[in-house]
Nanobody
Framework: QVQLVESGGGLVQAGGSLRLSCAAS????????MGWFRQAPGKEREFVAA????????YYADSVKGRFTISGDNAKNTMYLKMNSLNPEDTAVYYC?????????????????WGQGTQVTVSS
């Protein structure tokens, strides 16, 4: 079993930055691929970024490519999402997810464990 706890969300002005963290416990972090997803009000949950268990492979949604960076610290069992140049369209609840496989994936159904989410609000 894997437990995931997100932190780092908040209110930021357009053009600003935030760094989200996802602390994982229960299994060795490096054995699991991880991902970030987000859900805006009235919309379906969507893929944001993913990282393989080794950290060598990353994927990004087109909407965040070049602005967001996913990374992991196996020693701390923590994954990060650094978000730059935020805009109001990035406003959503951001969820951390883990899959019991080292391969990174972009589909929601590929993930086995989910955190509770952290709210990110970007004001114009």
């Amino acid at each position: 079993q894997v437990q995931l706890v997100e932190s780092g969300g908040g209110l930021v002005q357009a053009g600003g930055s935030l760094r989200l963290s996802c602390a994982a416990s229960g299994r060795t972090f490096g054995r699991y691929a991880m991902g970030w997803f987000r859900q805006a009000p009235g919309k379906e949950r969507e893929f944001v970024a993913a990282i393989s268990g080794s950290g060598a492979i990353t994927y990004y949604a087109d909407s965040v490519k070049g602005r967001f960076t996913i990374s992991g610290d196996n020693a701390k069992n923590t994954m990060y999402l650094k978000m730059n140049s935020l805009n109001p369209e990035d406003t959503a609840v951001y969820y951390c997810a883990a899959r019991a496989n080292v391969g990174a994936r972009i589909g929601l159904a590929e993930y086995d464990y989910w955190g509770q989410g952290t709210q990110v609000t970007v004001s114009s």
